[in-house]
């Protein structure tokens, strides 16, 4: 499949999601009907390796269906998009590992942050034991794997890869405000034996990006994959990603808006919506204000991956780049909700209308650590010929 049908594919699932935005909220997790809609769709595996049968698509793509995903619904796009990023794993495992964990046609991994240092990971003849925590498993109840980040003895942190029934979710751990359906638990594992073949090295140390910073390429020595895809992070997917599912959530809250001005004249008025001039500048700004941000994103990605192909590596420049270009457009995807949200007046309280789901959806989405406003300060740090912090560069 390419990327054009792919994007065929993806929005054609807006309305479905759309009308299964209620049952998603309801259940904390993807009813089956809208997993098995996914999958066929196969945007769970856009970023997957073509050897282990995924699309390994361009992220320009993979923004682009995620935010028409999110149109829909934003958890199942924050689901998609965060395990698009975990399937990057399989371009560090060696072939027959990578078929284990994603051979199956709907095999999905998910994974969460670490809570502490305690998230460790001892050597044992033939692999690790692994004892820890993990929270914020987003999509972790359809994953057939999922992932433990540990510290090890020898400095850094390895991704051990172990099945989902291996590990203990804590229960009533995802009782939250927004972006319910991702169902994102809280595990955990107590001196879980992981085989050296199912565990992997995929993000940057902090040497490797020093290294990036100078120009040098980071050394790799667990990537397995050629494509030019791996020469990205999984942190750049999570950029790309969830500002996909802010720009999408808030392109749905205006499309909302824009319904219901056509038709509502507010109580105590004879002036409909669509005839009052604040309203026409909100939707007006709106519009500017959501195509702006998508622009920039979309040329980004397309510079970044023609200068990857190129030269093999992606800069530190450009990883500085997306990253103030990713928080800035979920900055202003949240404006913009707000915005539509106010203009809807006492409409947008009921549970009926769309607004008050998208609404909490959004400020769940801009809480996560892609849309911290630390970002503003790292960019600011190195156009300034500073030295910024590396962290999530």
Known sequence: MDAANLLTRARALTPLLE???????????????VLTALHEARVFRMLLPRSVGGLEL?????FRAVLALAEGDASAAWCVSQSSGCAFSAAYLAPEAARQVF???????????????HCRAEPVPGGWKASGTWGFGSGNRHASFLGLHCHVPSGGERTML??????????????????????????????????????????????DQQLAASARPAPEPERREAGTLYRFAPTNVYQCGFAAVALGLARGM??????????????????ALRNNNSIQARVAQSEARLSAVRAWLEELLVEMWRACSAAGAVSFERRVQLRLASTHAIHEARAVTEDCYAGAGATAIFESQPFERRMRDMHAASQQVQASAEHY???????LGLDPPLRFL
């Not at 009308?19 to 009907?33: G, M, Q, T, V, Y």
């Not at 361009?58 to 993979?62: E, I, S």
């Not at 051979?103 to 240092?117: L, M, N, Q, Y």
């Open 19 to 33: 009308a299964a935005a209620p049952r998603i909220e309801a259940a904390c997790a993807l009813p089956e009907d």
């Open 58 to 62: 361009d992220l320009v793509t993979f």
């Open 103 to 117: 051979g199956d046609a709907r095999s999905v991994v998910a994974w969460g942050f670490s809570t502490g240092p």
């Open 162 to 207: 172990v099945p989902r029934g291996a590990v203990s979710i804590v229960p009533d751990s995802w009782r939250v405000v927004g972006l319910r359906g991702t169902g994102s638990d809280t595990y955990t594992v107590k001196d879980l034996f992981v085989p050296e073949a199912l565990s992997l090295v995929a993000r940057a140390t902090g040497r």
């Open 254 to 271: 205006l499309r909302s808006f824009i319904a219901l001005a056509m038709t509502k004249t507010p109580v105590g008025t004879t002036l």
């Open 377 to 383: 300060l790292s960019a600011g740090q190195y156009f």
